[in-house]
């Protein structure tokens, strides 16, 4: 008797086991993933009016998750912005989502723009609702790349660099 008690203990116990590694082995990664639709987003912009995905509808997206703490952030802002007006007119839109929630001081996003201007639309998650659909799950920088479609073709964590935002592009240019 007592075997067959085991053997139902340590059944049982695989079975456990078993779908807690199939559930994080199978699960998709938390977020907006490559291949998935993007979901639409409204944020106030740096005057206070409404910017959404939907403003660049038939337009390919850079979609730049920031702070200004962030170091990485801060050393590809300027790249972000050159890429920005280079191929604005290509139909390649670069938007910055500073995650106002992560400042230290609410204020500190906006010293930081007045003191690095830049011509990218800027917006900004206030209430942190933005960073739970597009969360920074690996931390900041994140950026996504939106397709004319509307579809999340790549999804890069970490700074980028010049090159890197390039060779991302060139396919869709």
């Not at 952030?73 to 390649?92: A, K, N, W």
């Not at 204020?107 to 209430?127: H, K, R, S, Y």
Request: with cysteine; aromatic share 10%.
């Amino acid at each position: 008797m007592k075997k067959w008690i085991s053997a139902i203990v340590v059944l049982i116990a695989v079975i456990i086991i078993g779908t807690i590694v199939y559930e994080n082995v199978s699960s998709p990664p938390v977020g907006v993933n490559q291949g998935e639709q993007a979901p639409e987003f409204e944020l106030p912009d740096l005057d206070g009016e409404n910017l959404s995905l939907s403003d660049f509808e038939g337009d390919f997206v850079v979609l730049n998750l920031w702070a200004s703490w962030c170091e990485p952030c801060i050393r590809e802002f300027p790249v972000l912005d050159q890429v920005h007006e280079t191929y604005e007119s290509d139909g390649v839109n670069v938007v910055a989502v500073n995650m106002t929630t992560t400042e230290r001081r609410p204020e500190d996003a906006m010293e930081f723009l007045d003191e690095n201007p830049v011509t990218m639309p800027i917006a900004f998650d206030e209430d942190g609702e933005f960073a739970d659909v597009y969360p920074p799950t690996d931390g900041m920088p994140t950026t996504y790349f939106i397709n004319e479609e509307g579809i999340v073709v790549d999804v890069h964590h970490g700074e980028l660099t010049e090159d890197m935002l390039e060779d991302r592009l060139q396919p869709f240019l």
